[in-house]
C-alpha cells in the first residue's frame, strides 16, 4: 500500500498523543470481535503493510475454538492473510486506561488481494452489488436491545437485574419508556453518549425497553450499509465497556432471563434509486407503498424461515422465540403493526421503510443485513407479491411456523438456493460446520434444570 495510507495513523497520533496502544479488530462468524493488540508506534507499518492474521479467525466459535470441519484450520495448515485497515475505523476507545487506548478495524484478504470470502463483512458487501446492480442503494437504520445486569449473582448463582444507581433498589419493574428509569441510569447512558460521539458511532435514541434493566439505542439512519454494520458492532464493545465501569456487565444475549422479553436487532430499510428517490414511497403518497415495497417484502417473507439460523445464531437465540413476549413467530407484514414480523412504519412518504422485527440482538450484524438485503433482492427479481397485510393482533391470528429448533434453522438454510446463492456456497460451507459444531458441543451439556426434573422422577 502506498505511504500515503499511513496519513490517517500519524493525522490521528498527533491529535491523540496520549494513546499508547491499539486494538485492531474483526469481527467472527458470531460478531465477536477478534484481533491483535499493538503499540502505537507500530500503527503506521500496519497502515503501509497490513497485519497477519489466521484465517481460522472465521473458523471459531462463541467458546474460541477452532472448528476443524470449516477447512480453516490445520487442513490448510492454520495459514495466515494479511488484515488492511478500514479507512476511517480508527478511533479512540475513551472507557479504556483513561483515554490511552485506540481501536481500528480491519478487513482480511487473500493472497491476490481479493476479499477473503469468509468474512462476514465482505459477505455484506457483495449483496450490496447486486443490489448497485439494479441501481438501488439501501438505507438502513439499526436498533440493538440489551440488559444490564449486576455484576454479582443471586443465591442460585444466576444472573440477576441490577440496583438503581439513584435509589439502590434493584430493578424489578417493566417501566416501558420510562424517563424516570432513564435519570436512575443517567450516568451510564451519558457515558455511552459521549463515548459513541468520540467516536463517530451515529446514535440517535436511547428508551427504556419492557423488562427490568433492559434498555434500546437505536443508530441514525444512512446509505452506508457497511458502515451501519461497523457501528453496530462496535456499539456493542462500547456498551459492554462503558457498563463495566459503572459497575454493571451488559449482555445482548438473546434471552437471558426465561420469564422476561429477549433482546431483538430491529432494522430499517429503505431503497434509493441513481436519483436518491426512495423507491417504496408512493408518487402520490398513497399509504400502501409501491410495487416494489411489496415485492420486497414478499421476498424478505419467503426467504425468512430459511433465514433463521442468521436472525438466530446460537442455542440461546431459540429460547427468545415464546408466545406473549413480542416475538414475531410468523413471516407476516403489516402497516403500523407491531405484531408481526415485517412492520411498514407510519411516517412521511418519502421515509416509507420496512422495519425487520425477527432477529435477535445477538446475531452477526453483517449476515443479518446480508440475508435481509439478499431477501429483496429475490423479491425484486422475481417480481413476487405479498400475502395480504395483516390488521390487529397477528399473534392471535396466526400459529407460529418460524422454527424454533436450532438443527432445523440449519437445515432449512443449507437447503435454501436463492440464500447459497448470495451468501456463496463456500462461506455457506463455513458458517454450517462452525454452528453445527457448537450445537454438537451445546447437546452434550446437561443443564440444572433437567437434573431438577429428570434424576429422580425417571
Known sequence: MSSHAADEARDFL???????????????????LRGKRIASSNLEKVFTQGINL?????ALD?????????????????????????????????????????????????????????????????QLTRLTARGLRPVVAVEMEFYLVD??????????????????????????????ELDDYAAFLEAVQAAAESQGLPLDTMLKECAPGQFEITLKHGDDVLAACDAAVLLKRLIKGVAQNHGFEATFMAKPYGLEAGNGTHVHISLLDATGYNVFAAEDGAALGTPRLHQAVAGLLELMPASMAIFAPNLNAYRRFQPGLYVPMTPTWGFDNRSVALRIPSGPNAARRIEHRVAGADANPYLLLAALLAGIEHGLAHMLTPSQPVTGNAYEQFAPSLTNSWC?????????????????????????????AERDQAMQHVSRLELDWYLRHV
Open 408 to 436: 432445523q434453522a440449519l437445515d432449512l438454510l443449507e437447503t435454501s438456493e436463492p440464500l447459497r446463492e448470495a451468501l456463496g456456497s463456500d462461506f455457506l460451507a463455513v458458517f454450517l460446520a462452525n454452528r453445527r
Open 14 to 32: 498527533a491529535r491523540h498523543p496520549g494513546i499508547d496502544t491499539v486494538d485492531l479488530l474483526i469481527s467472527d462468524l458470531n460478531g465477536v
Open 54 to 58: 489466521p484465517a481460522s479467525v472465521f
Open 151 to 180: 455484576r454479582e449473582r443471586d443465591a442460585l448463582g444466576m444472573i440477576q437485574p441490577p440496583c438503581s444507581p439513584s435509589t439502590g433498589e434493584r430493578a424489578s419493574q417493566s417501566q416501558l419508556y420510562s424517563v424516570t
Open 62 to 126: 462463541i467458546l474460541g475454538n477452532t472448528i476443524e470441519a470449516t477447512g480453516l484450520g490445520l487442513a490448510i495448515g492454520d495459514s495466515d492473510r494479511v488484515c488492511h485497515p478500514l479507512p476511517g475505523s480508527l478511533m479512540p476507545t475513551p472507557w479504556r486506561r483513561q483515554g490511552r487506548q485506540a481501536q481500528l478495524l480491519l478487513s482480511m484478504v487473500e493472497p491476490d488481494g481479493t476479499p477473503f470470502f469468509a468474512e462476514p463483512r465482505q459477505v455484506l458487501a457483495r
